[in-house]
């Protein structure tokens, strides 16, 4: 039988008197040395670090000055890092990526789904809106996977095998960084490996994203919070937590309930898991968290305010219960 994490109750959600679903999970608050400062559930449970990986899947790239010699951007740089929603900007971006390197679209092998623009605008495509890879929310993180195929003349056809040189060199940098000798592997939603880490080992990660000074990780948060609008998108939950931090906090959410958040100034990372992988209780969860360890603004900004320990409200405008956060951090962190 599989061992299964000790998450507990994090948020529920009522209907009048009682709470009516409940969504478990785990938080894991880390410092820089890597020490839990606060946590709920089971921070040393093993995780599928799912999309928030990708600036670390980057890495390699970087770490080879990569960008150097393909003339590329932070704009490019950001996009490798990014769970994009599809715009213009994004597609653009991407094209010019492949274009620098000599690569295709037809070499990205994420496949393509319906951009995430639509659910973010409250949209739907017309019946005659076709989408390909571009469009894929990885294709800027597989573009990346080129172009280090590309720089050590690795075959692009076989850029996501287990056993090709680029994902070797990302695992061993994953547990480099990570600095974890717990790691299981699996296939991530694009093809991708991906791996699984003690939840307190990826809070780890990001606090070493956000306050490193290595010059590629420095590259890399600089690239992510300059242009977090490439990262995630126009209406996106991690683009208003990026906006939110000013530059100070680098932000990355995963599928299936996974978010990851550093804070430059305070040296601490923060990652959170929804066991359902539901994406509101995720976003609810998240900006709970922030508000216990004191880092949240007086004022929310309107994206983030939704997500404050909102009202549930039926279709005629009734409100009929909440999301109810179920954990205490404490204030060993607040200011």
């Known amino acids: ?3 299964l994490p000790c998450h507990v109750p994090l948020l529920a959600r009522t209907r009048g008197p009682l709470a009516e679903c409940l969504h478990y999970g785990s938080i894991a608050v880390c410092d820089r040395q890597g020490e ?3 946590s709920a559930g089971d921070p040393q449970a093993l995780n599928f670090t799912r999309s928030a990986l990708k600036p670390f899947q980057a890495l390699p790239f970087i770490e080879d000055d990569g960008p150097a010699a393909f003339g590329l951007n932070s704009h490019q740089v950001a996009l490798m890092c990014a769970s994009h929603s599809g715009e213009a900007m994004h597609v653009r971006t991407v094209q010019q990526m492949l274009q620098r390197i000599g690569a295709a679209e ?3 092998q994420c496949g393509s789904h319906i951009p995430y623009y639509y659910s973010a605008a409250g949209q739907t495509p017309s019946a005659q809106a076709r989408f390909g890879p571009l469009h894929h929310n990885c294709s800027g993180k597989h573009a990346g996977f080129l172009a280090y195929c590309r720089l050590h003349r690795h075959p692009l056809a076989s850029y996501l095998a287990r056993d090709a040189a680029l994902q070797v060199r990302i695992r061993n940098t994953v547990l480099q960084w990570a600095e ?4 299981e592997s699996g296939v991530d939603g694009c093809g ?3 791996f699984a880490l003690p939840l307190a080992r990826l809070a780890f990660l990001y606090m070493r994203l956000a306050a490193a000074e290595t010059p590629s990780l420095a590259a890399l948060r600089y690239a992510m919070t300059r242009h977090p609008e490439l990262v995630s998108g126009t209406g996106r939950t991690d683009l208003a937590l990026f906006q939110a931090g000013g530059g100070d906090w680098i932000v990355k959410a995963g599928a299936d309930g996974v978010q990851a958040i550093g804070i430059r100034s305070r040296g601490i990372g923060i990652a959170v898991r929804i066991a359902d992988g539901d ?3 995720r976003h ?5 968290v922030l508000h216990q360890l004191g880092l949240l603004p007086a004022t929310l900004p309107p994206a983030l305010a939704t997500h404050w320990r909102p009202q549930l409200v039926n279709l005629s405008g009734t409100v009929v219960g909440t999301l109810e956060p179920l954990f205490e951090l404490g204030a060993a962190l607040r200011k």
Request: hydrophobic share 55%; glycine share 0%.
């Open 1 to 3: 039988m599989r061992t």
């Open 36 to 38: 839990l400062l606060a």
């Open 106 to 108: 037809a070499d990205l």
């Open 180 to 183: 974890s000798d717990r790691l």
């Open 192 to 194: 991708a490996p991906n």
């Open 279 to 281: 994406v509101r209780a």
């Open 284 to 288: 609810v969860v998240t900006v709970e």
